[in-house]
């Protein structure tokens, strides 16, 4: 069993990675529109790679803890988080 404090460092520690894990790929797309094809995919692979590892090394620094399910969970509710705000925030602009 993981302890609670290492739980809850987890869950806040996924959301906040689905929520930069949104804004840096919102980023990433503005640039990468203007290449090649195989260049993107390239780009975009790279990039998946790059934040997998940093995801894997941050929740090993948390508590030398595994992937669970919730994890995987509180990184989707980031990122649709990080999509509902950037939302509010352009309805509010466009009145």
Do not use: E, P
């Amino acid at each position: 069993m993981i302890n609670l404090s290492v739980q809850i460092k987890l869950i806040i520690f996924s959301l906040i990675y689905g929520f930069m894990f949104s804004y840096l790929l919102d980023v990433m797309y503005q640039y990468i529109n203007k290449i090649k094809k195989i260049y993107q995919i390239i780009i975009s692979l790279l990039f998946v790679f790059i934040m997998s590892v940093i995801y894997f090394v941050g929740i090993n620094k948390i508590g030398y803890i595994i992937l669970h399910f919730y994890s995987i969970v509180c990184i989707v509710i980031g990122f649709i988080c990080y999509d509902f705000i950037l939302k509010r925030v352009a309805n509010m602009h466009k009145k």
